[in-house]
């Protein structure tokens, strides 16, 4: 990233040594963008794509041989939350947030904007509007739902009329700060998603540094949430700068990203509510990706969690067992049901031949 971005922001309370506070009036976070050049003289080349494996688990679930295509070179600027549609002569999705729309791809048809307006209805405040579009897609409750960061709500989007309709747009009066990132339980029909404010403009000045202040927030927290099938929200948890979320194939274990902690994992009871949580990957743990942002779960329950390098995957236990290096970082991944695993990394899209397989939702 070029910009003061959420892919910056995460993380950095443990790289740059800043002492964020869970639940916060307004949590912490860089000044500037981690990796910025200024300065620093020309950037050090990054490596080629390429497939590493830590443990022969691995084997079953990717070939270190695969190639990883570059399918798509330019046409995002910035590409998020991917979700593939269809069986495998189907096509994939993915917002553009910042450009307020969905853009979609086929193997036949290239690249096309799939919905414009994707989010926010009305033209965006410069002031106030960093992120107008959608940005976590996901497949459940019989279409597509969405985390809509500039309509700050949870959507539902009719795959063939395009229309929309929102979930929840609120929290015990206030509105979401800007939700990123969602998914659906397989069991239960639960929405979780999470709450950070990204897509709102950070007015913070230099001696705000490590705040993010934007005269549009209402909450003074960020938090990772729960939507029931009737559309109640319900709050897991409050964290620091909460980005990518997960969950187990059974339904029984949530996982959700926090800058100064790592990757948590909440234990659900059989309806879907929060028993307990537990830090399940330290940010502080050795060979660890720094900037944990979005993550899928795969059939198997192991974890394919991106970050600054690419993708670290990891066992239910929360061993990693190899990783995907793409030259920069990806800001997550999908599972398409033609084989291949699509990642994102900026402007355009990667993919690579899996065995893995996604989690069926209904």
């Avoid at 050090?44 to 691995?58: G, K, M, N, Q, V």
């Avoid at 879907?272 to 743990?285: L, P, Q, T």
Wanted: glycine share 14%.
């Amino acid at each position: 990233m070029t910009d003061f971005s959420r892919r910056t922001m995460l993380g950095c309370g443990t790289a740059l040594g800043l002492g964020l506070t869970t639940g916060a009036a307004f949590s912490q976070v860089p000044a500037a963008p981690a990796g910025g050049r200024a300065g620093r003289g020309p950037a050090t080349p990054s490596p080629p794509p390429s497939i590493e494996r830590f443990d022969p688990a691995l084997d079953a679930l990717i070939d270190v041989s695969s190639p990883i295509e570059h399918i798509v070179s330019e046409g995002f600027q910035w590409c998020e939350g991917p979700v593939w549609m269809g069986g495998a002569d189907g096509y994939l999705l993915a917002s553009d947030p910042r450009a307020n729309q969905i853009m979609r791809w086929a193997p036949m048809g290239g690249l096309s904007v799939w919905m414009h307006p994707s989010g926010l209805q009305t033209p965006a405040n410069p002031d106030i509007d960093r992120e107008p579009g959608t940005n976590g897609l996901f497949l459940g409750r019989g279409g597509l739902v969405a985390a809509d960061s500039g309509t700050r709500a949870i959507v539902a989007i009719d795959p063939v009329s395009k229309k929309r309709r929102v979930l929840a747009d609120r929290f015990e009066g206030k509105r979401f700060n800007s939700p990123n990132d969602l998914i659906v339980s397989p069991t239960t029909g639960m929405i979780y998603f999470t709450d950070p404010p990204y897509g709102l403009v950070n007015k913070a000045t230099p001696e705000q540094r490590g705040q993010y202040i934007s005269p549009a927030r209402e909450m003074d927290y960020m938090g990772v949430f729960q939507l029931t099938p009737d559309n109640t929200v319900k709050l897991i948890g409050k964290y620091n700068m909460p980005n990518g979320i997960g969950i187990s194939p059974d339904g029984r274990t949530l996982y959700s990203t926090d800058s100064t902690l790592g990757w948590l994992a909440h234990t659900l009871d059989a309806q879907g509510n929060k028993v307990s949580e537990r830090v399940f990957i330290d940010m502080k743990a050795e060979n660890v990706m720094p900037r944990g942002d979005g993550m899928k779960v795969d059939s198997t329950g192991h974890l394919w969690m991106s970050g600054d390098s690419g993708l670290g995957i990891f066992n239910p236990a929360g061993h990693r067992i190899g990783r995907i290096r793409i030259g920069g970082a990806a800001p997550n991944c999908e599972f398409g049901a033609d084989g291949y695993l699509y990642i994102p990394n900026g402007t355009g899209i990667l993919r690579v031949k899996v065995k893995a397989q996604k989690i069926k939702v209904a």
